[in-house]
């Protein structure tokens, strides 16, 4: 069973940047659409980003278009999320998700393998 594992959070001040890592194994992450969702407190999980299964073409929510960017490495069967600018607003836990179809926007009743989340924190 595909298995997921989520790194690269931390603290980071209002403009600085981080990169997240999603490293997949059981499985084949070209073979699922892969996304990253976010959850900050008192509010539903919600897909800000998303690659669909076999393409290059990436999704971006409103909130982070231009700011984040959502990369992938076959060999290495991990996906990245590089977030510049970031703001306090985008404090949450940020989740790798995979499933047969993207997902932005809050998340559907079970959809979804999930990895275990990490916690990215902007403030000064």
């Known amino acids: 069973q595909l298995q997921l594992v989520e790194s690269g959070g931390g603290l980071v001040q209002p403009g600085g940047s981080l990169r997240l890592s999603c490293a997949a194994s059981?499985?084949?992450?070209?073979?699922?659409?892969i996304g990253w969702f976010r959850q900050a407190p008192g509010q539903k999980r919600q897909g800000i980003v998303c690659?669909?299964?076999?393409?290059?073409?990436?999704n971006y929510g409103d909130s982070v278009k231009g700011r984040f960017t959502m990369s992938r490495d076959n060999a290495k069967n991990t996906v990245y999320l590089q977030m510049n600018s970031l703001k306090p607003e985008d404090t949450a836990v940020y989740y790798c998700?995979?499933?047969?179809?993207?997902?932005?926007?809050?998340?559907?009743?079970?959809?979804?393998?999930w990895g275990q989340g990490t916690q990215v924190t902007v403030s000064s």
């Open positions: 059981g499985g084949t992450l070209d073979d699922y659409a």
């Open positions: 998700v995979v499933d047969l179809v993207c997902g932005l926007g809050n998340a559907p009743p079970g959809y979804g393998t």
């Open positions: 690659i669909n299964k076999h393409s290059n073409n990436v």
